[in-house]
């Protein structure tokens, strides 16, 4: 296997990684996750992501490398009164009904009707509260904050890739350095993981598990394939969906939140440097696959020492992560005139975090976008 083809790899899972795991991390405490089930949560999703990557490249001869759902854990991190053994059985329910959207046409369909727009628009008020949340916090970080920002801000300009990663290095310069917190000492890590029986609350099911799905979809699945066509690639849509769908279902038994397909890592293992010839590129799959490993398997280090970290430092590398996100779903959601102001009902409703009979703000903020759209369809106005 080429150097080129392993160095994309690497980069690919360190910028996925490193760029959003203290969100994964958000979420897993805020659905009160032991620190076991913490760690057999990024344990089962990085072997979930490994698993799926090395198969579907393998059976397709396409270079498909997955993700995590990073919009998926901001709805995690976002809930309230959900326990974990609940927020396994929303894990599994959404994995199934990815994997059902690759299986049935007509459910694929019925996912693909919902307006791009209030898609977004969900999305971005998912998005939203974090990202004010870490930036309202850097006034308490001092000169901290302004390191942390010129650093995201100046490799971003080079590398938007890259920049949340430099972010991330540069805090960790800051939490352990001469005048911070000591590093926790590394040990050979034993990851394992844990089984959690999962419950099937039907609020939680639909305030949860049924955005989860469609966050997963909308911002995560649908881009991807569109990264793959871009790059002169037919995506495997119903494979990898089926695939997919059941990796987070399974996984989610195990505290995993939903793998998906991935668009920014995946342009940086798509394109001629890789490999020059194309047929053979799908080969990164496996390499990435074998960097996921190793990244799962040194999981519990890595929980470590991102807990080690200030508090404030962490709350704004997640809103600077989350900042390139929050600006696609925007541009999405007011692309079109006719849909703004369902999608601004859409979004500051789900950013509100109303939740009426237990069922969360994402999925009001979807229902009430909706309406709004078939109401300007029944009620026509008059023309002057």
Known sequence: MPLSMISAALVAALVGYGSTVALVLAAAQAVGATPAQTASWLL?????????????????RVPVVLAWSTPGAALIAASSGITMAQAVGAFVVAGALIALTGALRPLGRLVAQIPDAIAAAMLAGVLLPFCLKGLAISGQLGANSLILLAVFAVVRRANPALAVLAALGAGLVLAFGPSGAALPVFTPPHPALTLITPQFRPDVLIGLALPLYLVT????????????????????????????????ALSGLFGAHTVSMAAITAAICLGDDVHPNRTKRWKVGLAYACVWVMLGVAGPWVIAVLQSMPPNILTLLV??????????????????????????????????GLAIAGIGSAFWGLI?????????????????
């Open 217 to 248: 979809m909308a911002s995560q699945n649908l881009p991807g394939f569109a990264t793959l066509r871009a790059a002169g690639y037919e995506p495997p849509v119903g494979q990898a969906l089926q695939t997919t769908g059941i990796l987070s």
């Open 44 to 60: 089962a999703v990085c072997l979930a992501k490994a698993a799926g990557s090395a198969f579907l490249s393998w059976r397709t």
């Open 319 to 352: 809103g600077l992560a989350l900042l390139g996100p929050l600006t696609g779903a925007l541009g999405n959601a007011y692309h079109a005139t006719q849909t703004r102001f369902a999608a601004t009902v859409t979004l500051t409703l789900t950013a509100s």
């Open 368 to 384: 009430a976008g909706l309406s709004l759209l078939a109401l300007d369809q029944v009620v026509k106005p008059k023309r002057p």
